[in-house]
């Protein structure tokens, strides 16, 4: 199946660089999830119509035009138990994975796995809806209040290194603020600037998993695309072509208007994607 073979290969795309899979850690775990999310949006997207219908309900006669219409609901009917059977095949496939990343999530941070209950179903139980991670605009705004003390300088800080050129320092304030601010409405583009900084000292892997977190923090957010098409470029020049050409590809689909979607269309060019 096509959607699940993406799945399985973009699941692997940071983690097999840095590490061997009996050595996953959370940010590949975290990964997985990402991916099943860009999967399932991009299911959802086939249940949009493309078109106006037109079938072929021509006939001379009426009892001709009632064998027309006929068949075509029998034709209708075959192709609607197909794509119900794909997706649910997709669901319990993605349901299985997100149970089994669950269980290694409680095991690698020294849980209980007895206090583990039922999988959701992956898509929700009722209707499949997705609910989607809510946009949080870079720099809200908000009353100077509303943000910790110091965070608002402290980001500025990190920055004007990284305008300055000085990457090192760059690094250290964003990675730092990171831990400082959890949650914070800057988040996203820390990590996503803290990822820039990184691919100028040359340290492309270490990038490639600012980025990721930058995309994962904020999916839907204002510098989403920028940060999947820097991880997706960054998976190429790790020499992850396979990998990087699916990501490159997702920013055309998820972000089609934006300018990183045109960027993502030269970089596959450049790494010769089909």
């Known amino acids: 199946m096509r959607l699940a073979g993406l799945v399985v290969a973009a699941v692997v795309a940071v983690a097999g660089v840095a590490q061997a899979q009996d050595q996953q850690t959370l940010a590949d775990i975290r990964q997985e999830l990402t991916v099943l999310h860009v999967e399932l949006q991009r299911l959802k997207r086939e249940f949009s119509t493309t078109g106006s219908p037109s079938p072929n309900l021509s006939g001379d006669s009426v009892l001709e035009r009632v064998d027309a219409i006929e068949a075509e609901l029998q034709r209708l009917t075959r192709q609607t138990e197909q794509l119900n059977q794909r997706v649910q095949s997709i669901v319990t496939d993605g349901t299985n994975r997100i149970g089994d990343l669950e269980f290694r999530l409680v095991e690698l941070?020294?849980?209980?796995?007895?206090?583990?209950?039922?999988?959701?179903?992956?898509?929700?139980?009722?209707?499949?809806?997705v609910v989607a991670a809510q946009p949080v605009t870079t720099k809200p705004e908000t009353e100077q209040g509303e943000l910790a003390v110091g965070e608002q300088a402290d980001f500025d800080a990190a920055a004007q290194a990284l305008a300055d050129g000085d990457y090192n320092t760059a690094v250290d304030l964003f990675s730092q603020f990171d831990l400082a601010y959890p949650g914070s409405p800057f988040a996203s583009e820390a990590n996503l600037r803290r990822g820039q900084a990184l691919e100028n000292l040359g340290d492309t892997r270490e990038a490639a998993r600012a980025f990721l977190a930058s995309f994962t923090g904020d999916s839907e957010g204002p510098l989403a695309p920028e940060a999947l098409f820097e991880l997706g470029a960054a998976l190429g020049r790790l020499g992850q072509t396979d990998q990087a050409c699916i990501t490159l590809g997702e920013v055309g689909v998820r972000f089609p208007a934006s300018a990183p979607a045109a960027s993502a269309t030269r970089e596959m060019a450049s790494l010769g994607c089909s």
């Open 109 to 129: 941070e020294g849980g209980d796995l007895s206090t583990l209950g039922e999988t959701t179903t992956l898509g929700g139980d009722n209707h499949g809806t």
